[in-house]
């Protein structure tokens, strides 16, 4: 049995189209499934529970971000996979599993290719993979080394050379009891798949070294970490800037299976 | 896990890394190599092995596996295998180890005592404290 799960205000309503094609696939497929359309995010905490039963194999949430967010927090402990139909404003999670599009999402629903991830949460929000904590600037050079028009804006504007990039000056606490101090140029956060990784997060961190131009590495792990900067830094989750520091970033301590495109199925995961 | 005087430089993936120009004050609980190029303060415990590198400034105890001195540390140190110090490293604090090595140049101002290790036999291999000084500068 799959449980279906939509949220109205998904993408103003574009939720039914996917809806549709979802349950005309599991028709096709002789899939039993149980459809849950919810008015609003505040009525998934009544309903979910009552809706999941020890026959739910796969749970299909169609919706973006802030849907799947509410439903992670109340999916309970045992391992459900989840699969997510991206019809929402904003599908970073979903493009992070490889899919960013409903004929993805028919395609991984059908191919059932599930990785154990660890989440993390800033906030009230979810995140899966990676994230970066950058001055603007810095992460606008990322593109600069990418050819083309934006490439050749940049390189107009005099964004050219390495030593161009910010470094602001920030204090990190990393679990609570350690406190780092220095000028970060870039922070990257980095959740460990692997159950066994106890404390969840690798964190980079990268700051400006002593010769202009030069840079140092610093690593850590850690399940916690709170980061202050002189000014306020955006945290960016794929493309999306999803919360501005100060922030604190947790790794949650369980991974959960998830249903991903084939596509990025990488050979160091685990495999649900 | 031993290392050759060749791999002092770095480790190839320390668990942890805290680089030059930075300072870091707290508890360091490690489950792997650390490497610590800049300034720490606090309490480093870790299973693996510690690198403190040329230039590094520590304020703190050290717990691991087997230490590498480049740099300077105030604090004891506890090493269940084996404390190197290298020329440009000095030491002000109590060590213990199971083996002990200062290069030329190394310093140690402190007591040092040796671990009794498991292959040790304690009729043959006496306990003994030193206290080694260098000249400082």
Known sequence: MYLLLANKKSGNGGYLGAQKKVESQLKKLKIRYKTVVVEDLSQLQEILPGSLSEQTKLVIIMGGDSTVSEIINLIPRRHIPLAIVPVGASNTLSTSLGIDSVRKALEAIKQSHSLNFRLGRIGEKFFLGSLQIAPRKNILKKFIRRPGALHQLLNVLGFTEENDLDAIPAEIALDYKLKFSGEIVSLVIKLENKAEEKRGMLVQIITRGEKKGDFTEHLFHASSLTIKAETSLPVIFGNDTIATTPATIKALSRTLPMVVSKEIIPSNNEKA | ?137
């Open chain 2, 1 to 137: 896990m031993a290392k050759h005087r060749a791999d002092f430089a770095d480790f190839k993936n320390p668990d942890t890394l805290i680089g030059f120009g930075v300072s870091v004050e707290g508890t360091l609980e490690a489950e792997g190599d650390v490497q610590i190029n800049g300034k720490f303060k606090g309490r480093i415990t870790t299973n693996g092995d510690v690198i403190i590198g040329d230039g590094a400034e520590i304020r703190s105890d050290i717990d691991a596996q087997n230490v590498y001195v480049a740099g300077e540390v105030h604090g004891d140190i506890l090493a269940q295998e084996k404390l190197e110090i290298l020329e440009t490293g000095r030491v002000l604090g109590n060590v213990e180890s199971s083996a002990l090595s200062i290069e030329p140049g190394g310093i140690l101002k402190g007591k040092s005592s040796m671990l009794e290790t498991s292959e040790s036999t304690p009729s043959t291999t006496p306990t003994y404290e030193v206290e080694e000084e260098g000249e400082e500068g």
